[in-house]
Nanobody, 119 residues
């Protein structure tokens, strides 16, 4: 599986953005798909993951972000609403066969997409 993330950009606080991560490969539906983010000077942190149809979220984004997947399109999405300046980071999609919140356990990564939220 190879991953290609897109959809980052500039948003105002309170605004919305939707990230997409397109995957190649015929076994996409079997993978846990996750989003992580890394702000300047900080470690990469878990944002959200989806296993089959179940979504999992970091406390910092719960209620504001929604992860979803379209297996027919081999794509996972991250809908980000009520954005805050502290959401500013490079966002990465990742795939693995097992759900965890640790970035070190994910074997497959896409390139990052930058999200900047202005106050």
């Amino acid at each position: 599986v190879q991953l290609q993330a897109s959809g980052g950009g500039l948003a105002q606080a309170g605004g919305s953005l939707r990230l997409s991560c397109a995957a190649s490969g015929r076994t996409f539906s079997s993978y846990v798909m996750a989003w992580f983010r890394q702000a300047p000077g900080k470690e990469r942190e878990f944002v959200a993951a989806i296993r089959w149809t179940s979504g999992y979220y970091a406390e910092s984004v719960k209620g504001r972000f929604t992860i979803s997947r379209d297996n027919a399109k081999n794509t996972v999405y991250l809908q980000m609403n009520s954005l805050k300046p502290e959401d500013t980071a490079v966002y990465y999609c990742a795939a693995d066969m097992t759900y965890t919140q640790s970035p070190g356990t994910y074997d497959i990564w896409g390139q990052g997409t930058l999200v900047t939220v202005s106050s």
